[in-house]
């Protein structure tokens, strides 16, 4: 859903993810899945539904439960988390440097957008934690997407909203989910630590370089992929 549209074309962009990157959420996440797990009798260990968060929850489900299994449950599965989850919405924190980063990428003459496969609701809650619309140009839900991520769909949806093309933005994300959809379209992605996946572990998937937080990579922009972005020729 595009937003602040009317502020001018531009031609360079970053897209952010949110959970986890920007808006300190995904151990809410894990909680709220693995409670939901529990509910429906299932023992998932909550360093493997960790590993998965950034996925879509139909991705999330495929990959935690057994093959062969029966799907009727799977939408309520989906249900209890989200219902979950948003008993987290008082909770939620933005990262420190969050907002700045976002006004800061915004004030260079970017485009931002939030490229997010969290629900509607869930987005809109993460937003007004951000308390940065007036930075934002575009954001993604599930709702703008097909299929959830590693799938690239929230990225071509990002993308169209802002009327850019792949090999115009750099994106910005905390999971190896995040990194492998945006290296599907040739989007190059900083990887954030603050969402508890190792640097290690993102470099493996793809991230062209690593950052502990938003403030770090505030602090250090202009060397990064987003500054590089700014004076290619």
Known sequence: MPTNGSRGRRKLGVLFDVDGTLVDSSYLHTVAWWQAFR????????AS???SVGMGGDKLLNRLLPPGR??????????AHGAVFSTFWPALRAFDGARDLLAQCYESGFAVALASSAREQDLQALRSTLRADSFIHAATSANDAKRSKPDPDILEAALDATGLQAGDVVYVGDAVWDVYAAARLGIPTIGLTCGG???AELLEAGAVEIRESPRDLLTNLRDSAIGKLATRP
């Open 49 to 51: 539904i960790h590993r």
């Open 39 to 46: 509910q429906a009798g299932l023992d998932i260990p909550m």
């Open 70 to 79: 029966d799907t009727s449950r799977d939408a309520s599965i989906m249900a």
């Open 197 to 199: 996946t190792g640097a």
